[in-house]
């Protein structure tokens, strides 16, 4: 099948109608599809397929037990309403790179797999990257069991109704000492390569990122009979405190969004009791990351004191600075042509992959693929037909390069 076959065959699943965006959350119905789809592709190759104990998808060209594998891929779950590129853009390419090397004949020495690594977004549960996690040991087999989705379904739960067993979960370091090398490659999600008027680059590092949950606990009255100067109305600190999110984070360089709340009981004539926001931060060092998160805990604290209201600062994930492998973001610049001359930019991001926490324990690469918007975890995401064709060449060179040295 062709890149344009593979991408229209996909693309309609978990799509909403009205927003256009996509909803495909963990071990739901449209992850279910996206899994048939998946392994549909890997069975019309003759790719030996197989799920490993984490629920995370294989499809292997050669001998999965033979060792030094070199391993690219991405992940098909999504944000609430987000676009259609973050994430299959990698494992649609990853399919089309494969194509690409059987119609060159290259020379395949070592195994070659593709992956798609389950719930990396984190829209569900919560948790970003669960099944790469999971696998390098970064998620013990109790954290993930005590998941639970905003209708309290836990992931054991949400996993066997899925057909799956949640009671084999956990790390898998044989799987890993088998892959020699992970190349993931993504759309970007800036317009870094826009503004250099470059279809592709190479990931030089994550930016260190994580979320805060921060509870705003006040006192539930009604909104028309209570006086201002009597209200302990935690919706007010909040708001103060989104504002000096935005404020920490310009002053110093980096990002900060409130871009998720739960407030209770939620009613438009209730003043609420618990206002919950939760903060998510990424910055290009960690003692920039720490100035940010610090200085918008000391302005939350304030704000509620004086509107006497408690809070509690919960910080529930955190991703240290991942630097990719040295060499093997060397080799894939070499590949791509920097020794001819080519310009071939690499970029670091604030966003966190699979390949950021697999990188711990296997060297890992990323390639990126020109986004003209600039916009991600949108429906306006979005990568032009000639970069997405450029990215699978860009891949497929580099998968040959890793393969036959």
């Known amino acids: 099948m062709t890149f344009h076959s593979m991408w229209a065959e996909l693309l309609p699943i978990g799509r909403g109608s009205a927003s256009g965006g996509y909803r495909r959350y963990a071990w739901t119905a449209a992850d279910t599809d996206c899994r048939a789809w998946f392994r549909a592709q890997a069975e019309s190759r003759g790719l030996t397929y ?19 594998a070199v391993v690219t891929g991405s992940h098909l779950d999504s944000v609430p309403d987000g676009g259609a590129f973050d994430g299959p853009l990698g494992v649609v390419s990853s399919f089309a790179a494969l194509d690409e090397l059987r119609a060159r004949d290259a020379r395949l020495d070592k195994p070659l797999a593709v992956v798609n690594f389950g719930d990396e977004e984190g829209a569900r549960f919560g948790l970003a990257c669960v099944g790469s996690r999971l696998t390098a040991g970064r998620l013990t087999t109790e954290q993930a069991h005590r998941l639970t989705d905003a209708d309290g379904i836990t992931l054991p739960r949400a996993m066997e109704a899925a057909g799956y067993d949640p009671d084999a979960i956990g790390p898998d370091p044989e799987r890993l000492a088998r892959i020699g090398a992970f190349v993931e490659l993504h759309v970007e999600q800036g317009r870094a ?9 190479v990931a030089s590092a994550i930016w260190p990122h994580g979320r805060w949950r921060f509870d705003f606990r006040g006192e539930a009255n009604h909104a028309g009979t209570t006086r201002l100067v009597d209200r302990r109305d ?10 000096a999110a935005r404020r920490e984070a310009r002053l110093a360089g ?56 408690d809070l509690d ?56 693929v020109r986004n003209p918007t600039g916009v991600s975890h949108s429906p306006a995401e979005y990568a032009a037909e000639d970069d997405c064709a450029a990215g699978v060449t860009a891949l497929a060179d580099v998968l040959e390069g890793l393969i036959s040295r």
């Open 193 to 201: 390569l826009d503004l250099s008027g470059d279809p592709v680059g």
């Open 313 to 368: 600062v919960v910080r529930e994930s955190f991703t240290p600075v991942v630097e990719f492998d040295h060499a093997l973001r060397d080799e894939l610049a070499r590949v791509l042509g920097t020794d001819t001359g080519l310009t071939v930019p690499v970029l670091g991001t604030g966003a966190g992959h699979d390949a950021g926490i697999l990188s711990g324990t296997i060297p890992t690469a990323m390639l990126f």
């Open 234 to 243: 935690p919706m007010l600190p909040y708001a103060e405190t989104v504002l």
């Open 50 to 68: 197989e799920v490993d104990r984490n629920g995370n998808q294989w499809a292997w060209l050669g001998d999965p037990e033979a060792g030094d």
């Open 254 to 309: 980096a990002v900060a969004t409130f871009g998720k709340i739960a407030v209770e009981p939620n009613g438009v004539n209730a003043i609420p009791s618990l206002v919950r926001g939760w903060l998510d931060s990424r910055a290009a060092d960690q003692t920039t990351l720490d100035t940010v998160v610090g200085g918008v805990e000391k302005a939350a604290r304030e704000y509620a004191e004086a509107h006497g209201v």
